[in-house]
């Protein structure tokens, strides 16, 4: 683990204690269940792009952990102004190449990026809905999902035209990353 990401975790363990950032019980499994699930959206990306945005940041993952680790600048967005706070005071602490916007996602005010993401916030119709404005026309999403994800699926195709690949998840045998890209609305 580099510096920042250690300084990361200790600042998340202590907000923890007051903000529902990390479960307790999910504290043991913060590595595998948070952290390199996030970082594997970094390899999954090919290469990355210099900038992304983060729908539903959260904690941080998985926006700041690509930021920590890759260096790319990232536009974090989360609505709870509680857990905006913590994300301010971590991308200070780790000197991330983050932004955070205290907003919800549909009035983020932020140029569109080549790559959206975001881990746990919405089903599919919705998040492509909060994406496609963000979205430059040659980027692409990455969503992790659970591969019970074909409903989700089934519902985004009445609205979105898209190009979906399924890739598995190294850090969840239940899980999928969806990479979508050529998003664009029908009708």
């Known amino acids: 683990m580099t510096p920042a990401l250690i300084a990361y975790v200790e600042l ?3 907000w923890s204690r007051t903000i529902n950032l990390v479960s307790a019980a999910d504290m043991p499994l913060l590595w595998p269940r948070h952290i390199e699930d996030s970082l594997q ?4 990306a090919g290469p990355l792009p210099e900038r ?3 729908l539903g940041s959260g904690a941080g993952f998985p926006g700041l952990i690509l930021a920590i680790t890759f260096g790319i600048e990232v536009d974090l967005i989360e609505q709870d102004q509680r857990k905006a706070a913590f994300l301010r005071e971590a991308v200070m602490v780790t000197r ?3 932004r955070v916007h205290a907003v919800k996602a ?3 005010k932020v140029p569109p ?3 959206v993401i975001s881990r746990a916030l919405a089903p599919l119709p ?8 963000l979205l430059t026309d040659d980027g692409f999403c990455l969503f992790p999902k659970s591969r019970a994800v074909d409903d989700e699926i089934t519902k985004a195709e009445r609205r979105w035209s898209m190009h979906i690949d399924r890739i598995p998840s190294r850090t969840d045998p239940n899980g999928v990353i969806l990479r979508i890209g050529d998003l664009r609305p029908i009708g």
């Open 12 to 14: 998340l363990r202590k």
């Open 106 to 108: 549909e009035f983020a």
């Open 52 to 54: 992304a945005i983060d």
């Open 126 to 133: 919705i998040l492509l809905r909060l994406a496609h404005p």
């Open 113 to 115: 990026a080549r790559l």
């Open 41 to 44: 959206l970094g390899d999954i």
């Open 96 to 98: 991330a190449p983050a």
